[in-house]
């Protein structure tokens, strides 16, 4: 089978093709693409068998100009970038590198609190300048009520970073779960009573738009709000607002309606209570390594079935 990387997932062509030594034993041709341009998709892998990339959006147009594919191996966790429908359609199997980034997305929402209560960002201007006082003391995470809405894998584990720090972590989730020191309640107590809210919820009618003005209302003047799971989770006018008007003490956003680079419109960008970060939560090297095993075993387990 021919099986295209489209890009190089954050690693070297090297560390790639060596990874794929067992796949080309098997009499499989590897491909891996050292750039990521989006505009070549189509080229790239027209005669594809397997296409393997992170999160670039696949659409129709995609899988009608590569007749050949049968499988795709999604290098991310999230699979709302891909026409899931086309591919059921086709008969293309999707897997996705689920758990890779768990520890990489709980560090950066800490990071995220920490630098919002730190006011990180903003000293490290005052300092640069070599002119005036630093900012108003920040604030401690320890003993804040951290809020966490979903709980899956990188929920829980950003539970336990936080408790080390020594926060109190309540919690919602759509169904009922047991997490060690985590209490389970209702939507608008999480609202009412935490000091930190992080989302750890994916994508899909249910949650576009989970976070509105009427949300913010019911949140503390004092909290901040924390999103490394999908921008349209939160009305990015509806928080824009709310912080431009001082109804909220900050947001740390590594998402957005639309994959960085933003339009220059974003009502975002100019608003100094603020932690905007391109979508890199998932990016560390350790990460990379793991989903790169992930995605090449899920291809091994295919062709091998085949």
Known sequence: MKIIFLEPLGLSVERIEKECDLLKSLGHEVIVYADRCPDKNIERASDADIVIESNMPLRKDFFDACPNLKMLSIAFTGLDHIDLEECEKRGIIV???????????????????IGLYRHVIENDKITRSCEGPSLAPGREISNKTVGIIGLGAIGQRTAKLAQAFGCKVIAWNRTPKDVEGVTLVDKETLLKESDII??????????????????????KPSAIII?????????????????????????????????????????????????????????????????????VKNVEKFVSAC
């Open 95 to 113: 897997n996705n590198a689920a758990g890779y980034s768990t520890e990489a997305v709980a560090e950066e929402t800490i990071c995220m609190m």
């Open 227 to 295: 999103n490394a799971a999908r921008g349209p989770i939160i009305n990015t006018n509806d928080i824009a607002e709310a912080l431009r008007n001082g109804r909220i003490s900050g947001a740390a956003l590594d998402v957005f309606d639309k994959e960085p680079p933003l339009d220059k419109s974003n009502p975002l960008l100019n608003l100094p209570n603020t932690m905007l970060m391109p979508h890199i939560g998932f990016a560390t090297e350790e990460a990379f390594e793991l989903r790169l095993g992930t995605v």
């Open 198 to 219: 992080t989302l750890h919820i994916a994508l899909n009618e249910e949650t576009r738009n989970f976070i509105t003005a009427k949300e913010i209302g019911m949140m």
